[in-house]
């Protein structure tokens, strides 16, 4: 057969296929219906794919069987994108065909030479194609992602279970393929992990918990490290001297903020030691001479930076301001170290970390405890909650996050094979929540 030949008289006008009127209604119908599956299964790319922890979760708690179908979909994510990525290769070609058929058939009535037929065709079917099979739905999908992922459910299901063999065939295919390169990438992971430098016998606990914090240093911020402002207790400026005396001894810091209002009005840092030689100064003692300037951060600081800061400038503490100006909390030369050497513990908070442990497995935090003390609390590097964790960086943030909304007092939220468990809820905020680790994460040290 001269395959040329046959290929000129599909696309160029000549030897038509005759049409019957009802036959042409019926490939109308079917060129609609197919740009309709076309539009779902373009969307669904995008839709599906674009769903973070955070939907699903939500997804996980609605009845809806739309929902419950995307959640399914979802538990075999490679398969389910070559399914739709087959599927709407296969619609499209489909389209193809059948636009060609029918505009053979209109455009031989009109007077167009036969020479720019194949050039209106090709304009036609592409801009069509293109702009309401592919534009206009993953631009919408993008915009309403759980909502198109729930229309699209239906026909998604209905394209895996046609594709499904052949789907997972591919994704067989493609996995052998990564395997071939699976020690190289091994060796690499090895090359990079600080911790290969030691063996088991040179090296005790403690010191390769000091090499993973030296080797995530230098991409730790302010904002991961830094007490929150609900943590920070200061003193306002126009406080009396025996006030400030009576507030010293209660808040048994060295260092103490003072504002003016409020926090966001920070006038400088009180030393307490310099409130020494005063101690029997009478109501009229001007303490606010004392007061020195306030060194102020950026929370998207590396705190790599800050310390050579602290060096230099021979501080211990910053208030740390967001892109607003506001205050964001306070960090201090103590909680940079932390994060080589672990949790430094003084006679004051060695009481207050005895409730952080139940067990091996189960962990009671404060909702406003930052992430970062939390997995070196629980000797867990902080990456294993880096997909969900979003712009979060307390515990409740986390939890808010994963449960996709506020969740209910003692109501279990599961993610990675961890589970949390707000204990104690106040109106708007998560106060206490249980924290359960799996077993295979507790080898993992900070």
């Known amino acids: 057969m001269d395959y040329y030949a046959a290929a000129c008289d599909f696309f160029l006008p000549g030897n038509y296929l005759v049409i019957t009127p009802a036959a042409s209604t019926a490939f109308i119908f079917i060129l609609i219906l197919l740009f309709l599956v076309s539009f779902l299964l373009s969307g669904a790319q995008v839709a599906y794919f674009s769903l973070s922890i955070r939907d699903i979760n939500y997804l996980k708690t609605r009845p809806q069987m739309s929902y419950k179908r995307i959640v399914t979909l979802l538990q075999y994510p490679k398969a389910l994108y070559t399914s739709i990525l087959i599927g709407n290769i296969i619609t499209n070609i489909s389209i193809i065909l059948i636009a060609n058929l029918l505009l053979d058939q209109w455009l031989s009535m009109t007077k167009i030479p036969g020479g720019l037929i194949v050039v209106v065709k090709i304009l036609i079917i592409t801009i069509t194609l293109v702009l309401f099979a592919e534009i206009l739905p993953k631009v919408w999908a993008s915009y309403h992602k759980v909502w198109f992922a729930s229309a699209s459910s239906m026909t998604v299901e209905m394209t895996t279970l046609l594709l499904g063999r052949i789907s997972r065939q591919i994704v067989r295919i493609d996995n052998s393929i990564q ?137 211990h503490l910053a208030v740390v301001v967001d892109e607003f100006g506001g205050t964001s909390g306070i960090i201090t030369l103590e909680d940079v170290i932390e994060e080589i050497v672990g949790d430094i513990q003084d006679e004051f908070d060695f009481e207050e970390n005895q409730n952080f442990r139940l067990d091996n497995h189960n962990f009671v935090f404060e909702g406003k405890t930052m992430i970062n003390d939390a997995c070196r609390l629980m000797n867990i590097t902080p990456s294993v ?37 707000p204990t104690e809820i106040s109106k708007n905020r998560i106060l206490k929540i249980q924290v359960t680790i799996p077993d295979e994460t507790k080898n993992e040290t900070t």
């Open 179 to 315: 395997s071939l390169f699976k020690h190289k990438q091994k060796e690499d992971v090895e090359h990079d992990d600080d911790i290969n430098l030691l063996s088991d016998e040179d090296a005790s606990t403690e010191e390769k918990n000091i090499l993973k914090g030296i080797r995530r240093f230098g991409n730790t911020t302010v904002k991961q490290t830094m007490r929150t402002r609900l943590d920070v207790k200061g003193i306002e400026y126009k406080t009396s001297f025996p006030q400030v005396l009576k507030l010293v001894s209660e808040l048994i810091y060295s260092r103490i903020p003072v504002y003016k209002g409020n926090l966001d009005e920070i006038s400088g840092i009180l030393h307490t030691k310099d409130l020494l030689p005063h101690l029997k100064a009478d109501e009229s003692f001007e303490w606010q001479t004392l007061i020195k300037p306030a060194h102020y951060v950026h929370e998207q600081k590396l705190i790599e930076g800050l310390l050579q800061e602290f060096r230099a400038n021979r501080i």
């Open 385 to 421: 909650f880096d997909g969900i964790r979003g712009d979060s960086d307390s515990l409740a943030g986390l939890v808010l996050e994963v449960a996709g909304d506020f969740p209910r007092q003692n109501s279990e939220i599961s993610y990675n094979g961890f589970t949390f468990k």
